[in-house]
């Protein structure tokens, strides 16, 4: 077995990995409850799981962290680590684009009902079928061929009680920029307005990378949906509404690239999951939700980063998930 590469101990994220692992454990086993009562396949019920038990189990050798990651979408840590390597990927292209340009394209909002089958059909393969119709004209001569990247995401609005789907994307230039926006208007006729589509000129590539990649969905969210400045104690967890959304994506891509072939070089994958046991003695941990830490059973309860749950969090957790409103 090779002695593979982890996280490094010694760095700064590895307490926002704590952080999030609360959040994540937090969340997961109240939606585990959720699509259960809902009746969810065992399949789907299992991924949730497999979120759970994410790094539940890691150990650490010559200043290197392994585990075992679930890399679902779901994880607020392989979620973190898959945007790392997304923006790995791509912003090495995106900057190499002379007139890059960000969109939003949205759909007027809908009810739960809707969620499954807008997220399923109506958005991946309304935008598929764009994509599809610029390659055969430009392949006549007669037209774009559409180069870019998107992510799917969707909000939730716990006032009006409905969902808001929509597409993140930056394109190659603007002539590509409004010509996707014209073609969903005209897809989406009666169902998406033109004000509601965003397009602008991309200034900092590194910055709007982020901002495409950013979620697939919020965790927090201000009840009174109002955009406050500063840090903010009233955010609530809508979890049943978290877990319809996330069950609307299963088996879809959240990112995709169109247009270009990457690399095969800027493909990496996660680190190693697994230590090799030698040269240096080899530490076992595990994760105690009430500790907020990875504790070393062995070493009298040591937690390996000593996170300290902030005011912030704190409040946000101490608080009743609400598991109803959808």
């Given at each position: 077995?090779?002695?593979?590469?982890?996280?490094?101990?010694?760095s700064?994220?590895?307490?926002?990995?704590?952080?999030?692992?609360?959040?994540?454990?937090?969340?997961?086993?109240?939606?585990?409850?959720?699509?259960?009562?809902?009746?969810?396949?065992?399949?789907?019920?299992?991924?949730?799981?497999?979120?759970?038990?994410?790094?539940?189990?890691?150990?650490?050798?010559?200043e290197?962290?392994?585990?075992?990651?679930?890399?679902?979408?779901?994880?607020?840590?392989?979620?973190?680590?898959?945007?790392a390597?997304?923006?790995?990927?791509?912003?090495?292209?995106?900057?190499?684009?002379?007139?890059?340009?960000?969109?939003?394209?949205?759909?007027?909002?809908?009810?739960?009902?809707?969620?499954?089958?807008?997220?399923?059909?109506?958005?991946?393969?309304?935008?598929?079928?764009?994509?599809?119709?610029a390659?055969?004209?430009?392949?006549?001569?007669?037209?774009?061929?559409?180069?870019?990247?998107?992510?799917?995401?969707?909000?939730?609005?716990?006032?009006?009680?409905?969902?808001?789907?929509?597409?993140?994307?930056?394109?190659?230039?603007?002539?590509?920029?409004?010509?996707?926006?014209?073609?969903?208007?005209?897809?989406?006729?009666?169902?998406?307005?033109?004000?509601?589509?965003?397009?602008?000129?991309?200034?900092n590539?590194?910055?709007?990378?982020?901002?495409?990649?950013?979620?697939?969905?919020?965790?927090?969210?201000?009840?009174?949906?109002?955009?406050?400045?500063?840090?903010?104690?009233?955010?609530?967890?809508?979890?049943?509404?978290?877990?319809?959304?996330i069950?609307?994506?299963?088996?879809?891509?959240?990112?995709?690239?169109?247009?270009?072939?990457?690399?095969?070089?800027?493909?990496?994958?996660?680190?190693?999951?697994?230590?090799?046991?030698?040269?240096?003695?080899?530490?076992?941990?595990?994760?105690?939700?009430?500790?907020?830490?990875?504790?070393?059973?062995?070493?009298?309860?040591?937690?390996?980063?000593?996170?300290?749950?902030?005011?912030?969090?704190?409040?946000?957790?101490?608080?009743?998930?609400?598991?109803?409103?959808?």
């Amino acid at each position: 077995m090779k002695n593979q590469k982890g996280a490094n101990i010694k760095s700064d994220k590895l307490q926002n990995w704590a952080k999030r692992k609360v959040i994540t454990v937090t969340l997961i086993l109240e939606m585990i409850k959720i699509a259960e009562n809902k009746g969810r396949s065992d399949k789907y019920i299992k991924s949730l799981w497999n979120t759970y038990h994410c790094l539940n189990k890691i150990s650490t050798q010559n200043e290197k962290i392994h585990g075992k990651y679930c890399k679902r979408r779901t994880c607020l840590i392989c979620n973190g680590i898959k945007k790392a390597e997304i923006i790995n990927k791509y912003l090495p292209i995106v900057n190499q684009w002379s007139d890059p340009h960000f969109i939003t394209l949205t759909v007027r909002s809908i009810g739960v009902k809707s969620l499954f089958n807008y997220m399923q059909n109506g958005m991946t393969r309304g935008f598929q079928k764009i994509v599809r119709k610029a390659y055969k004209k430009a392949q006549q001569g007669n037209g774009l061929k559409l180069v870019g990247i998107r992510s799917l995401e969707c909000n939730f609005n716990p006032i009006k009680r409905t969902y808001n789907p929509h597409f993140h994307l930056i394109v190659e230039n603007k002539a590509m920029a409004d010509y996707i926006i014209k073609e969903w208007l005209t897809l989406w006729k009666g169902k998406a307005g033109p004000y509601s589509q965003k397009m602008r000129k991309v200034k900092n590539s590194e910055k709007d990378m982020i901002e495409v990649i950013k979620y697939g969905t919020k965790i927090f969210t201000d009840p009174t949906m109002k955009k406050a400045k500063g840090k903010q104690t009233n955010l609530v967890i809508y979890a049943s509404a978290i877990e319809n959304i996330i069950y609307s994506m299963t088996g879809k891509r959240q990112y995709e690239h169109f247009g270009f072939k990457l690399v095969k070089n800027n493909l990496k994958g996660s680190p190693s999951l697994i230590a090799e046991a030698n040269d240096t003695k080899i530490e076992q941990w595990k994760f105690d939700v009430s500790m907020s830490d990875w504790v070393n059973n062995s070493d009298n309860n040591e937690k390996l980063t000593q996170l300290r749950i902030d005011e912030q969090l704190s409040i946000l957790l101490s608080n009743p998930i609400n598991s109803n409103l959808e």
